[in-house]
């Protein structure tokens, strides 16, 4: 009994510290994220349906150049480094569908609301993002997370792994 009762107070304060140091990490790791952000040109029907056509468009163009990247700098860097072919795709995919606006980008800094992606949660705050306009930018938008790529791979439920979880689990596999 007694070993019984050190293995569950042992395993509660390894559980409580885990879930303290992971919720900092969420907090110190805010910078390590570069988002999207696409605002279309109003709320009529026919903009944000052409803002979604923008997005397949510009993320498909992305994708290759975000791919290799090794941290949220290098991201933003490639992103800066195409900001003009990030348009081209925007205003191309606009003109074909018949729209005499264009669009802009731009990377900044902007304010986001907390967001959940399958079992990972953003928490509202600022963040570093590549902003693309339609016309006007009035209408509602779209966001993702350019890096880490999470909407930028074919997987529709990322798995996010947390070393701290991983040792608590061997450690309760050994002690079972």
């Known amino acids: ?9 042992t395993t509660i304060i390894i559980i409580l510290s885990a879930v303290g140091v992971a ?3 969420t907090t110190e790791q805010k910078g390590e994220f570069l988002r999207i952000h696409i605002r279309a040109n109003s709320n009529l029907e026919i903009d944000q349906s052409v803002k979604y056509e923008v997005r397949d468009n510009v993320v498909e163009f992305l994708t290759p150049v975000v791919a290799e990247s090794v941290d949220r700098e290098d991201a933003e860097e490639k992103l800066c480094l195409h900001l003009s072919k990030i348009e081209a795709v925007a205003k191309e ?10 669009a802009t980008a731009k ?3 902007e304010n986001f609301p907390t967001r959940v992606y399958g079992e990972y949660t953003l928490p509202a705050g600022e963040y570093r993002a590549l902003v693309l306009s339609l016309g006007e930018g009035k209408g509602d938008n779209w966001w993702c997370v350019v890096y880490p790529p999470l909407c ?8 996010y792994k947390s070393k701290i979880v991983e040792l608590i689990k061997r450690w309760q596999a050994g002690t079972s």
């Open 152 to 159: 930028f791979t074919s997987a529709t439920n990322p798995v």
């Open 93 to 102: 995919t606009l003109r074909k569908a018949g729209f005499a606006y264009g």
């Open 107 to 109: 990377v900044v800094t």
């Open 23 to 25: 919720g900092r990490e």
């Open 1 to 9: 009994m007694k070993k019984f009762c050190i293995i569950f107070l």
